[in-house]
């Protein structure tokens, strides 16, 4: 049994910070208890945060992270099957190397929990999964796999089969592919005699809404071909970065489908990004929940805290930032029963910051992640 006494917790629940301390056995919280109700209690190890800011693990649900090595060049990017655009049995988790310095940088800086998988240069990238960012073996990091189906919307596609005169290099093109892999994927399901196909057992679980699509969207008109798609076949979907959705929001706003925001921190790198501000993301923010993403690489994922400071600084509100990065990313994999807030029953993933988190650039003083504490 261990406690971490002390500990002001920011609970988005209730909107209010809380000093409370935190029982936990075997990297489950078992109680959130008073100073006085732990009293009677024994333990084999006691941790003060001493009156400081307490958070549950950060989440970014749309990473790239293990899968492009840092400083590596060629020989570290994996993250990409450049020359099929039609990719869906790609596995994340064979590309994924958790060796890579990233994973460290990440975990010291709060982030416990990850969506990782394939980029956006092909229509359908191939399958994401949710994974810890502790730990040396990937199969043992697995949270949730596979997770989602990545498809990609847009310039990224355009451009990489265009260098190839190949299809697709229009929009049309992209979704004429998706839209034929898709029926295909149906006519396979049907058939009882069907012989092996990679690609289309790949896509089962899209078309029997077991995983959802992830959409690499940054365009208004892209972000409503993604919807108009996933409509048609009933599908399951994120809306991820959402980079200029301000343009159609009135459109989108009763829309189901999540919204995965960012990156924003940098430069536009390209013209579809011309949305791209935090004012954006706070603007979003007062009328959908939605989650905020480094896209790391893109931006290094250690500096998701900073990414939620300056959305709050351009107007956020502060709870429904700390959402943003915990228990939406959480809802959006659906692995909130066990991650995403500070409650008896989930796992230990505890955050002690130095100072306020998000307000100004902070950094933990210690973390534990499922109980186990983490030297930063």
């Given at each position: ?15 209010s910070y809380k000093l409370s301390n935190i029982y936990y056995e ?44 840092d400083s590596q060049g060629f020989e570290g990017i994996d993250h ?191 013209i579809e990004l011309k949305g791209k501000s935090f004012k954006n ?96």
């Amino acid at each position: 049994m261990k406690l971490l006494k002390n500990a002001l917790i920011m609970d988005y629940k209730t909107k209010s910070y809380k000093l409370s301390n935190i029982y936990y056995e075997n990297g489950i919280i078992q109680k959130i208890l008073s100073e006085k109700e732990i009293e009677d209690l024994e333990y084999e190890e006691v941790i003060d945060a001493e009156g400081l800011y307490v958070t549950s693990g950060l989440i970014d649900a749309h990473t790239h992270l293990g899968m492009k090595g840092d400083s590596q060049g060629f020989e570290g990017i994996d993250h990409n099957e450049k020359n099929d655009p039609i990719t869906p049995n790609m596995r994340a988790i064979d590309g994924i190397n958790p060796q890579d310095i990233t994973f460290v940088e990440a975990l010291q800086a709060g982030i416990t929990v990850v969506g990782s998988g394939p980029g956006s240069t092909n229509v359908i990238g191939g399958q994401y999964s949710c994974i810890k960012t502790h730990g040396t073996s990937v199969d043992k990091m697995i949270i949730k796999f596979p997770l989602a189906m990545k498809v990609a919307f847009g310039e990224n596609p355009k451009k990489n089969y265009n260098s190839k005169s190949k299809t697709p290099i229009t929009r049309m093109g992209i979704a004429a592919l998706l839209r034929e892999t898709i029926e295909k994927t149906f006519e396979y399901r049907n058939n009882h005699n069907r012989k092996y196909d990679a690609k289309l057992e790949a896509m089962l679980p899209v078309i029997n809404r077991e995983i959802p699509l992830k959409a690499h969207v940054h365009r208004g008109d892209d972000i409503l071909t993604a919807i108009r798609i996933a409509k048609e076949f009933n599908l399951d979907m994120t809306l991820d970065h959402c980079t200029c959705i301000t343009d159609i929001l009135d459109d989108v706003l009763n829309e189901k489908y999540p919204l995965i925001m960012g990156p924003s921190l940098g430069a536009r790198g390209k013209i579809e990004l011309k949305g791209k501000s935090f004012k954006n993301v706070a603007l979003v923010s007062e009328k959908r929940d939605i989650c905020i993403t480094t896209d790391a690489p893109v931006i290094p994922l250690e500096y998701l805290p900073i990414c939620v400071g300056l959305a709050i600084e351009n107007g956020m509100d502060e709870w429904k930032a700390l959402e943003a990065v915990t228990i939406n990313g959480a809802k959006v994999m659906k692995i909130d029963e066990k991650y995403g807030s500070l409650e008896e029953g989930k796992v230990a993933d505890i955050v002690v910051w130095k100072r306020k988190p998000f307000v100004s650039v902070t950094s933990p003083k210690f973390v534990i992640a499922e109980g186990r504490n983490i030297e930063v």
